[in-house]
């Protein structure tokens, strides 16, 4: 059974700065494609960043220059360090990883960005 678990959220003043992460099990990570969404009251699920099997990094246009996604394959984990962060950026994040099976999700963990 295949469970991703994140952590990290929090409350934060606009400008600082979180580490989230989330740790995989039954799934072999190494191969697969990995990545964080986020999700805010009233608007659609939208990507924030991905990192492939190779270490290609992608980013949302909202995010880049502010955030940075990495991996650690043998931990199972992917982490998303987010500095200068903004009020706009609140919004419950997910990490997903796929693989030839399909889509996984974890249960999400709250980031508010509020003085």
């Known amino acids: 059974q295949v469970q991703l678990v994140e952590s990290g959220g929090g409350l934060v003043p606009p400008g600082g700065s979180l580490r989230l992460s989330c740790v995989a099990s039954?799934?072999?990570?190494?191969?697969?494609?990995m990545g964080w969404y986020r999700q805010a009251p009233g608007k659609e699920r939208e990507l924030v960043a991905t990192i492939t099997s190779g270490l290609r990094t992608n980013y949302a246009d909202s995010v880049k220059g502010r955030f940075t996604i990495s991996r650690d394959n043998p931990k199972k984990t992917v982490s998303l360090q987010m500095n200068s962060l903004k009020p706009e950026d609140t919004a419950v994040y997910y990490c997903n990883i796929r693989n030839e099976a399909g889509t996984y999700w974890g249960q999400g963990t709250q980031v508010t960005v509020s003085s």
């Open positions: 039954g799934i072999i990570v190494s191969l697969n494609p």
